[in-house]
């Protein structure tokens, strides 16, 4: 079967510009994760959704990101005036039910921002 | 949260047996003790789960003590192909799951 998939998988852009980053997981999985991971760094949690439930938002790092998940399947990051900071890979896992479960990850969107 | 310990990295030969250990004096009585591997430019994969004693599957084992603070990530015969970061991760009744630096194995040929 299909595993998690990212769109775009890379995106350059410039300083001040918005990006949105997709991703589309397992079909069935009820938890869906955002990590980054700068170059030589280990991930860093972002935020979590599970099923309805309100998302855990605790890992964003600032009130310029944002994320959403639509009818419990696709989920979108938003990134809004990027940063240089900013660049780094972007990975969405799934998982079928609770954070113990595995979690399966997709390919990452490599995120450049000039 | 709890917060998990490892090795920065590690090397090995071929062929030898490798041994991560993993440190996570907070962890909770519901947790499990999952390790996942990343290739470079992939993202990581599950590698095995655990939540006390030993569980083995075709890839690796993970011993857990008793008193559940630390774990060890067992590879038998290490091959080029192994060479990784390899995570440990520990949940700690929230959702958010932190995957920490991880350790960086070597297997030199």
């Known amino acids: 079967g299909a595993g998690v998939s990212q769109s775009p998988s890379n995106k350059v852009t410039e300083k001040g510009k918005d990006v949105e980053l997709r991703c589309d997981p397992i079909?069935?999985?009820?938890?869906l994760y955002w990590y980054r991971q700068s170059l030589g760094q280990g991930l860093e949690f972002l935020i979590y959704?599970?099923?309805?439930?309100?998302?855990?938002k605790s890992g964003l790092p600032s009130d310029r990101f944002s994320a959403e998940r639509t009818g419990g399947s696709v989920s979108t990051l938003t990134i809004q005036r990027t940063q240089q900071e900013d660049s780094a890979v972007y990975l969405c896992?799934?998982?079928?039910?609770?954070?113990?479960?595995?979690?399966?990850f997709g390919p990452g969107t490599r995120l450049t921002v000039l | 949260l709890a917060k998990t310990t490892q090795p920065i990295s590690m090397d090995s030969y071929e062929g030898q047996e490798v041994n991560i250990t993993c440190s996570h004096n907070?962890?909770?009585?519901?947790?499990?003790i999952t390790w996942y591997q990343q290739f470079p430019s992939q993202g990581p994969r599950f590698i095995i789960q655990?939540?006390?004693t030993k569980v083995t599957n075709e890839v690796a084992s993970l011993f857990i003590p008793a008193d559940r603070k630390s774990s060890t990530l067992s590879l038998p015969r290490v091959s080029l192909s192994d060479t990784a970061v390899y995570y440990c991760?520990?949940?700690?009744?929230?959702?958010?799951?932190?995957f920490g630096a991880g350790t960086r194995l070597f297997v030199k040929a």
């Open positions: 959704f599970q099923g309805n439930s309100a998302p855990d």
């Open positions: 907070n962890i909770a009585t519901n947790d499990y």
């Open positions: 991760l520990v949940n700690t009744g929230g959702f958010k799951t932190i």
């Open positions: 655990g939540y006390k």
């Open positions: 896992a799934s998982s079928p039910r609770t954070p113990s479960d595995e979690q399966f």
């Open positions: 079909s069935g999985h009820t938890a």
